[in-house]
Nanobody, 124 residues
Framework: QVRLVESGGGLVQPGGSLRLSCASS????????MGWFRQAPGKEREFVAV????????DYSDSVKGRFTISRDSAKNTVALQMDSLKTEDTAVYYC?????????????????WGQGTQVTVSS
């Protein structure tokens, strides 16, 4: 069982920045990928970004590409999501998740472990 804890959410004005962090209970990351998803009220959970353990490559949804950056600190076994140029439509609860086997990484059903989520609100 992997426990994930997100932190760093909050209220920010449009155009501002936030940095989310996800801490894992594992001492070393053994999964296939770690991803960030978000869910706004009344909407489905959507893919935001992912980073792959074996190659360290990342991928992003089109809506955040160029504004968000996912990174991994292997020594601390944490994954961060740097969010810049935030827009009101980025408002959602953000979740980090671990996928233990290769799969459709943009599909939230491919992930086995989830954090409790952290609220991000972008508003003036």
């Amino acid at each position: 069982q992997v426990r994930l804890v997100e932190s760093g959410g909050g209220l920010v004005q449009p155009g501002g920045s936030l940095r989310l962090s996800c801490a894992s209970s594992e001492r070393t990351f053994s999964g296939y990928a770690m991803g960030w998803f978000r869910q706004a009220p009344g909407k489905e959970r959507e893919f935001v970004a992912v980073i792959f353990r074996s190659v360290g490559k990342a991928d992003y949804s089109d809506s955040v590409k160029g504004r968000f950056t996912i990174s991994r600190d292997s020594a601390k076994n944490t994954v961060a999501l740097q969010m810049d140029s935030l827009k009101t439509e980025d408002t959602a609860v953000y979740y980090c998740a671990v996928s233990t086997f290769p799969g459709r990484y943009r599909d939230y059903t491919s992930y086995d472990f989830w954090g409790q989520g952290t609220q991000v609100t972008v508003s003036s």
